[in-house]
């Protein structure tokens, strides 16, 4: 790629974008529209438009297509794909102001996108009610066979409604006109406002999860119909309707914690909703990032409207585009930040994903994830600077943080030290016994084990059972009731065995691990010994035996020679 000899100032904008929560990634070209008075400058206009088929023009050809120069980061635009580390706020800034382009036709005409689902009754025609957008929101690539577009609960709806009156000869229109626009979810009324081509709902919605919502306007007309001895007054009433498939985005994270006797923190978060990230300090220094990035593009929808009337219908371009936020992985899994001294990530909980590649426009060129990742719901942590009163669960629909649920039964867990020790109770020449005991090291209790259950998913927060294991060589095995177990071992040789406690977020108290060794060879007893004896005597009797025969022949030999 080629940037006409500014290859200098292009890499400094590179690097300012990239500390300003930008990436730049491969190949596509910005979308030329008019940018003014838009409240977004050149350079925010041009990240919009990830749609757009890759051009890549020079700046001549540029000027010389539009009648302007161009900024550095309108050139990086049309060749590339600009990409988000955050939910930007451009695409609702663009959205609400471009909106007020959007216009309706008149009596004899009806403008609509290409996608609007028209109704025509007696005296109304191609009559339609069409979302321009919703925000805040993204539309999010989960996988190759699901794209759900998430909406904050609180936000703004847009909308179109138009219609045509049908005029027969010797007929003129009384009256006419949109009586009310409703929104409804789930058949329930969210709001209703008076007749305008344009209505722009401002909803609250308490509760979330999957929701249909649904745009209706009421459009009626009156027409005087004059004939040869009468004149004939015709009302009509119809009602449109669109539904939207959402979900509504009300983040929810149930947090638990734990306190290591070093004095470290652990901190285990779920939710049910995709995240964009945690914060776990004060400072915002400690972060974790989950595995979502974010662009910008048009909704291809409205690139051309339909300007229809009685005798004709018209393709035009529209002079409104709404954008949205496209959230897609680009990570096979969370990572945390700093990288080398931030929290140290202990378990993901998550539903594997195929790659949402083939979800994705042909024309955006991102880095998404070409293979299997995980779609995390949850992350157990530990670090030395979590600060339970400053965590932040941040969503991938801008603006929405998750609200802090408090588990019952109480988050706090108790994390101890437990104490490991192993011994020979008995042995003999081929094999030992080893008898290895776990205590609480705080207060000497036995710690016993049962044993787990086969899908880590079932390791509930409050389960009264006791997990883990304990390791020593090839085998695993677990404590009885006073904290016992024994292991007859068979291979000389040093045996360390390991405590492999059960997750701190299922038991209270937990316990971290500890370790304790133990050597044993035969010729430690006297047993081994006195084996190692007999069995030196057995083997080395057929070779004294062959000796002396050796001998004996020889000297039969020798006294042969001599005759």
């Known amino acids: 790629m080629r940037f006409e000899g500014r290859p200098f100032l292009i890499a400094a904008v590179g690097i300012a974008i990239a500390f300003s929560g930008t990436d730049i990634v491969s190949a596509d070209a910005s979308f030329q529209t008019n940018t003014g008075d838009h409240g ?33 980061m309108q050139e990086l635009g049309n060749c590339t794909d600009i990409t988000f580390k955050t939910p930007p706020d451009t695409a609702e800034r663009w959205t609400a102001s471009d ?30 009610v069409t979302a321009f957008a919703i925000h805040p929101s993204t539309r999010t690539h989960l996988d190759a066979n699901e794209t759900v577009h ?30 009310e626009v409703r929104l409804l979810r789930d058949d329930e009324l969210v709001d209703t406002i008076g007749g305008t081509q344009t209505p722009i709902f401002e909803y609250g919605f308490d509760q979330g999860g999957e929701a249909t919502l649904t745009l209706e306007a009421d459009i009626s007309a009156r027409v005087e119909q004059e004939g040869e001895n009468e004149t004939v007054v015709i009302t009509d009433n119809v009602t449109v309707s669109q539904d939207l498939a959402v979900e509504i985005y009300d983040l929810r994270a149930s947090i638990y914690h734990a306190s290591y006797p070093n004095g470290d923190s652990g901190v285990a978060i779920y939710h049910a909703q995709p995240w964009h990230g945690y914060t776990l300090s004060d400072d915002g220094e400690a972060k974790v990032r989950g595995v979502w990035r974010y662009y910008t593009a048009r909704d291809t929808n409205w690139d051309e409207l339909t300007k229809a009337t009685r005798a004709t219908r018209e393709t035009i371009q529209s002079d409104a585009l709404p954008v949205y936020v496209h959230a897609y992985p680009s990570e096979l899994g969370p990572r945390t930040e700093p990288v080398r001294d931030g929290p140290e990530i202990l378990e993901v909980w998550g539903t594997e994903s195929s790659s949402p590649e083939l979800s994705i426009h042909e024309n955006v060129d991102i880095d998404v994830v070409s293979e299997t990742y995980t779609r995390s719901y949850g992350l157990a942590l530990r670090h030395d600077g979590i600060d339970s009163d400053a965590i932040t669960v941040d969503g991938i629909v801008r603006g929405v943080s998750a609200d802090i649920v408090e588990p019952e039964g109480g988050s706090e867990r108790e994390i101890r ?44 927060i409050g389960h009264d059972s006791r997990e883990g294991t304990i390791s020593i060589g090839d085998q695993q095995i677990r404590t009885n009731a006073a904290g016992v177990a024994e292991v007859v071992i068979t291979q000389p040789g040093i045996y360390t065995a390991e405590y492999h406690p059960g997750s701190w977020r299922s038991h209270s108290p937990a316990y971290i691990g500890d370790t304790a060794t133990e050597t044993w060879h035969p010729l430690a007893t006297l047993t081994g010994w006195f084996v190692l004896l007999v069995d030196f005597v057995r083997y080395a009797i057929p070779f004294a035996v062959a000796l002396y025969a050796a001998k004996r022949i020889g000297l039969f030999l020798n006294s042969r020679d001599t005759l």
């Open 40 to 72: 977004l400058d050149e350079n925010e206009t041009a990240t919009l438009w990830s749609k757009a088929p890759n051009a890549c023009i020079s700046n001549a050809e540029y000027e010389e297509r539009y009648g302007e120069a161009r900024t550095v």
């Open 99 to 128: 909106y007020e382009s959007l216009e309706g036709g008149d009596t004899e005409t009806s403008i609509y996108p290409t996608h609007a689902a028209l109704t025509d009754s007696a005296l109304v025609a191609d009559a339609h």
């Open 417 to 460: 030290e437990s104490d490991l020790s192993v011994e020979i109770v008995d042995s003999n020449a081929t094999a030992i016994t080893l008898r290895i005991e776990l205590r609480d090291a705080e207060t000497g209790s036995p710690i016993a084990l049962e044993r787990s259950v086969a899908d880590p998913r079932f390791s509930l």
């Open 150 to 179: 998430y909406i904050a609960p609180r936000g703004e709806l847009r909308g179109l409604v138009d219609y045509r009156v049908r005029l027969a000869n010797n007929s003129s229109i009384q009256t006419h006109g949109i009586e």
